[in-house]
């Protein structure tokens, strides 16, 4: 495994911690279409982006609304500016879809990226860190967590769920089966609690 590249568990959301930040977002976005806002329906949308398909925050700036397919039958992304530029196609799910949809139908931006910014056509890196951060701290999350800890969350469930290290590896574009296999110890947790339950 890269050396330089490590996962170290204080970085991965529970899922109670998941559910109380969905929560925070829904309120604001109640209180923000009624006064016809767009800040916190773009920070939902950004939010559950990141955790329902494991974008890396760079993936997300650079996101243009002609890379979703949002047609019948369509939930696909396509990733153009990868890690080492690889492109690759990135499933979600139809509640995601449902909910991209609804931002777009509400946002009054028509720059051609999904997450764009007052001050260029889309937001930086930095911005959307900014975003998580200014959400989080309203949850009341610990400050160590940050955009990168939606794509941890989703690799340690997408794992849980289909059991496939392949398939979590290409959804999040590993070069390396051996990068996405960190995900594998973060069940660990999960096993044990299996194992008390027999």
């Known amino acids: ?19 109380a930040l969905r929560k925070t977002l829904e309120a604001a976005v109640i209180i923000a279409k009624s006064k016809a806002h767009q800040g916190p ?14 974008l890396r925050v760079s993936e997300l700036a650079a996101l243009k609304i002609e890379d979703i397919d949002l047609k019948r039958g369509g939930n696909t992304l396509i990733v153009r500016h990868g890690k080492g530029d690889k492109l690759r196609q990135v499933k979600f799910s139809s509640t995601l879809k449902t909910l991209i949809q609804e931002y777009l139908d ?72 051996q990068t996405t296999t960190v995900y594998a110890f973060a069940l660990d947790e999960e096993i044990t609690e299996a194992v008390e339950k027999l």
């Open 106 to 177: 509400y946002r009054t931006s028509d720059s051609d990226y999904l997450f764009s910014s007052e001050r260029q056509d889309y937001m930086s890196s930095n911005g959307i860190q900014k975003v998580f951060k200014k959400w989080a701290k309203k949850t009341g999350l610990p400050s160590r967590y940050s955009i990168h800890s939606c794509r941890h969350f989703y690799s340690v469930r997408l794992l849980a769920v289909s059991k496939n290290l392949r398939l979590v590896q290409q959804q999040l574009g590993h070069s390396s089966p």
């Open 41 to 54: 329906v773009r920070d939902q949308c950004i939010i559950e982006l990141a955790l329902g398909s494991g």
């Open 1 to 19: 495994m890269n050396a330089q590249w490590n996962v170290t568990f204080d970085k991965f959301m529970s899922e109670d911690e998941v559910k």
